[in-house]
């Protein structure tokens, strides 16, 4: 096809890639005498309408998009040639070599170079998920990824910056709304596909997955399908010398499962962002053996479930005592309605406050037996909740992540009353967020508190006050 006249404007000058119906092209445009990119696709045996549903697809999303760091949208037209029958696509031309490309020719990536070409692909799935629809690429991979020349021919190690990022190819784009019931239709290539894409299920979270994998390509030089895989993990530790916190990262953004992995672009890049202290020391408290809280935490959220305390004397105490008081009172009550009028409109009035109590009562005896305490945190609030069967009670409500100042955990100590007796006062755990306190109640066991205070101030990056 060199040299042929397509649309009567673009004369082709190389063939760039060829796939099954599909034909990706150089041309030069003649009333511009630009470069441009022309993707064709041909009808022909092995034609089939799901593929010209996603040529039209990228055609549309590329018009609708405006991004320094993707390709243009030019042009659309059919192709009505003795040689040819079929729809081109023409896009600006980007002179730039895919990271495919790079590592093909030896070329290797250190981990400041992989984590700041991680970072500008971020920042462009920052602006596509945000659309609305949002914008899902669903191929990322090194051959859709082109990193051109930050140094103008001079050695790109010479320099702090890796090189301009750009995002190509958007031949597989879903730009239906993400959600369960979205698109069923299986595309991506093998490797770098999330679990979920290949039931045809896919979200904002899944392009995450694919750059997660990309950039163990880049680190490790093993197409990712080659690496070992344990529970449908990837493991690619010990093919790359990676730094703790950047393995850690990149184990989330590979996380089979959706609910561990990273849930959007900018939590990602914040993450990766986030400073890690390098020479503190670590004080690893495990989880006390037999404790029945509920501790879950990734880079993105921390959740802490306290149960019921179960019966114990003290509570079963208190539930028989209170309904010998509400029986009491609902006897006084009875008889009150049965005087005559108004009095027993004020003996009820005066029942009132009993009522009160002994609900009080009621609801702290089913509290400690069928209730639980749950803390939430993520990059955006914190909440303390009571919950019991359906009901949920904020005490006190919830509060932005960003506010949180103080850490304080007092382990138990003894102290003396105003006549010098010697009294315990029990270990607390406490999460400030300006003057306002979240307390972990419901934790009897020290070890426990401890424990939980060690969890929160790694996560939080906050020190424990005492």
Same mark, same amino acid.
């Given at each position: 096809?060199?040299?042929?006249?397509?649309?009567?404007?673009?004369?082709?000058?190389?063939?760039?890639?060829?796939?099954?119906?599909?034909?990706?092209?150089?041309?030069?445009?003649?009333?511009?005498?630009?470069?441009?990119?022309?993707?064709?696709?041909?009808?022909?045996?092995?034609?089939?309408?799901?593929?010209?549903?996603?040529?039209?697809?990228?055609?549309?999303?590329?018009?609708?998009?405006?991004?320094?760091?993707?390709?243009?949208?030019?042009?659309?037209?059919?192709?009505?040639?003795?040689?040819?029958?079929?729809?081109?696509?023409?896009?600006?031309?980007?002179?730039?070599?895919?990271?495919?490309?790079?590592?093909?020719?030896?070329?290797?990536?250190?981990?400041?170079?992989?984590?700041?070409?991680?970072?500008?692909?971020?920042?462009?799935?920052?602006?596509?998920?945000?659309?609305?629809?949002?914008?899902?690429?669903?191929?990322?991979?090194?051959?859709?990824?082109?990193?051109?020349?930050?140094?103008?021919?001079?050695?790109?190690?010479?320099?702090?910056?890796?090189?301009?990022?750009?995002?190509?190819?958007?031949?597989?784009?879903?730009?239906?709304?993400?959600?369960?019931?979205?698109?069923?239709?299986?595309?991506?290539?093998?490797?770098?596909?999330?679990?979920?894409?290949?039931?045809?299920?896919?979200?904002?979270?899944?392009?995450?997955?694919?750059?997660?994998?990309?950039?163990?390509?880049?680190?490790?030089?093993?197409?990712?399908?080659?690496?070992?895989?344990?529970?449908?993990?990837?493991?690619?530790?010990?093919?790359?010398?990676?730094?703790?916190?950047?393995?850690?990262?990149?184990?989330?953004?590979?996380?089979?499962?959706?609910?561990?992995?990273?849930?959007?672009?900018?939590?990602? +890049?914040? &993450? /990766?962002?986030? !400073?890690? =202290?390098? #020479?503190?020391?670590?004080?690893?408290?495990?989880? $006390?053996?037999? %404790?029945?809280?509920?501790?879950?935490?990734?880079?993105?959220?921390?959740?802490?479930?306290?149960?019921?305390?179960?019966?114990?004397?003290?509570?079963?105490?208190?539930?028989?005592?209170?309904?010998?008081?509400?029986?009491?009172?609902?006897?006084?009550? +009875?008889? &009150? /309605?049965?005087? !005559?009028? =108004?009095? #027993?409109?004020?003996?009820?009035?005066?029942?009132? $406050?009993?009522? %009160?109590?002994?609900?009080?009562?009621?609801?702290?005896?089913?509290?400690?037996?069928?209730?639980?305490?749950?803390?939430?945190?993520?990059?955006?609030?914190?909440?303390?909740?009571?919950?019991?069967?359906?009901?949920?009670?904020?005490?006190?409500?919830?509060?932005?992540?960003?506010?949180?100042?103080?850490?304080?955990?007092?382990?138990?100590?003894?102290?003396?009353?105003?006549?010098?007796?010697?009294?315990?006062?029990?270990?607390?755990?406490?999460?400030?967020?300006?003057?306002?306190?979240?307390?972990?109640?419901?934790?009897?066991?020290?070890?426990?508190?401890?424990?939980?205070?060690?969890?929160?101030?790694?996560?939080?990056?906050?020190?424990?006050?005492?």
């Amino acid at each position: 096809m060199i040299g042929e006249i397509l649309g009567e404007r673009y004369e082709v000058q190389q063939l760039l890639g060829k796939k099954a119906g599909r034909r990706t092209l150089l041309a030069r445009d003649l009333e511009t005498q630009e470069l441009v990119v022309i993707k064709l696709l041909s009808f022909g045996g092995d034609f089939e309408w799901d593929s010209l549903k996603l040529f039209e697809r990228e055609a549309e999303t590329l018009k609708s998009l405006s991004h320094p760091l993707i390709p243009h949208y030019l042009n659309y037209f059919e192709v009505n040639l003795p040689t040819i029958k079929g729809f081109a696509l023409v896009q600006t031309y980007i002179p730039a070599k895919t990271l495919d490309q790079y590592l093909q020719t030896g070329r290797t990536f250190t981990e400041a170079e992989v984590k700041q070409i991680a970072k500008a692909l971020l920042e462009i799935l920052i602006y596509l998920h945000g659309l609305y629809p949002p914008v899902i690429h669903r191929d990322i991979k090194p051959s859709n990824i082109l990193l051109g020349d930050a140094y103008g021919g001079r050695s790109q190690r010479s320099g702090s910056s890796v090189g301009q990022v750009y995002l190509v190819d958007f031949g597989s784009v879903q730009t239906v709304l993400a959600t369960e019931t979205g698109t069923r239709t299986v595309v991506g290539t093998y490797g770098y596909m999330p679990p979920e894409q290949f039931g045809g299920r896919t979200v904002a979270a899944s392009d995450l997955y694919s750059l997660g994998a990309t950039l163990i390509y880049l680190m490790t030089g093993i197409y990712p399908a080659d690496l070992p895989q344990k529970d449908f993990r990837i493991q690619f530790e010990q093919a790359a010398n990676l730094s703790p916190s950047f393995s850690n990262w990149l184990k989330l953004m590979i996380e089979p499962s959706l609910e561990r992995r990273f849930s959007s672009a900018a939590i990602a +890049i914040a &993450a /990766l962002e986030k !400073p890690q =202290p390098t #020479n503190l020391p670590t004080l690893v408290v495990g989880k $006390p053996d037999g %404790s029945k809280i509920q501790l879950t935490k990734n880079l993105d959220s921390l959740e802490i479930i306290v149960p019921s305390a179960g019966f114990e004397p003290s509570i079963i105490f208190t539930g028989l005592f209170a309904i010998v008081w509400n029986s009491f009172i609902l006897v006084w009550t +009875i008889g &009150a /309605l049965s005087a !005559p009028f =108004p009095i #027993n409109i004020s003996f009820a009035l005066f029942s009132l $406050p009993f009522w %009160s109590a002994g609900f009080v009562m009621m609801s702290k005896f089913l509290f400690h037996l069928f209730g639980r305490i749950r803390l939430r945190l993520n990059s955006e609030q914190i909440a303390l909740t009571w919950e019991l069967f359906s009901w949920k009670f904020y005490r006190p409500r919830a509060s932005s992540r960003q506010s949180i100042n103080k850490l304080v955990y007092i382990p138990k100590h003894f102290t003396k009353d105003s006549e010098g007796t010697r009294i315990a006062v029990p270990a607390k755990l406490d999460i400030w967020v300006g003057v306002k306190k979240y307390q972990l109640d419901g934790v009897k066991s020290e070890a426990e508190l401890e424990w939980l205070a060690h969890e929160l101030s790694d996560w939080l990056g906050l020190p424990i006050q005492q």
